[in-house]
Structure formats: structure tokens, C-alpha cells
Nanobody
Framework: VEVVESGGGLVQTGGSLRLSCAASGTIFSIHAMAWYRQAAGKERELVGG???????YHADPVKGRFTISRDAAKNAVYLQMDRLQPEDTAVYFCAALALKMTMSSPGADYWGKGTLVFVSS
């Protein structure tokens, strides 16, 4: 399974960005796709994700600002980020999971290379 994300960049505080991610390959083995982020000097954290049964999760720090959506036909997942803050600066990773996810999921099975989001103050 190959996971490729795109859409990062530089944005000012309060601005918006939309990240895209597509999975290809042995996609029948995938049951969820998720977004993670890792800021400099910090551990990677789960931003949220979408199970293939339609259930979507968002982490508390991004609820009300970030929206995850999924396009089943394209095997794609999106992360719409609004009202961005400097603390959202991080490398954002898309990942695919072989099992359904929850916000307690320990990790993912397939990872993208990441895309940098930098929010200037």
C-alpha cells in the first residue's frame, strides 16, 4: 500500500489549508485512514481519521477548526484546516490502517512521507 499526501505550505495565523491523501496498491486491506502530525521536538500525535464505515474522529485540540473527510471512490482522505495557529506548525502525515481506528489506536500500518505545514504568527 502506498500513501501519498500533499497540500502543505506556509500560511498566516487564522488562515486555512487543505491537505489531501490518496492510497493505492492493496487497498482492500485498508479499513481506515488517519492524519497524524509531529512538531519539532515533540512526539507524533493523532489528529483524527476516518473509518471506511463512515465514522470520523477528530482530536480535541483541533475540534471545531479541522475537518476530516473521505472520498471512498478515490481512496482519498482530506484534512481541511481552518483558523490555523502557530502551534499547528508540524509535519503532517497521512496513514492507512488495516483495522478500524479509534482515537486510542496505537499507530498505523502504512505511512506517507509527510507534508510540512508552517503557520506564521
Amino acid at each position: 500500500v502506498e500513501v501519498v499526501e500533499s497540500g502543505g505550505g506556509l500560511v498566516q495565523t487564522g488562515g486555512s489549508l487543505r491537505l489531501s491523501c490518496a492510497a493505492s496498491g492493496t487497498i482492500f486491506s485498508i479499513h481506515a485512514m488517519a492524519w497524524y502530525r509531529q512538531a519539532a521536538g515533540k512526539e507524533r500525535e493523532l489528529v483524527g481519521g476516518a473509518n471506511y464505515d463512515g465514522q470520523i474522529y477528530h482530536a480535541d485540540p483541533v475540534k471545531g477548526r479541522f475537518t476530516i473527510s473521505r472520498d471512498a471512490a478515490k481512496n482519498a482522505v482530506y484534512l481541511q484546516m481552518d483558523r490555523l495557529q502557530p502551534e499547528d506548525t508540524a509535519v503532517y502525515f497521512c496513514a492507512a490502517l488495516a483495522l478500524k481506528m479509534t482515537m486510542s489506536s496505537p499507530g498505523a500500518d502504512y505511512w506517507g512521507k509527510g507534508t510540512l505545514v508552517f503557520v506564521s504568527s
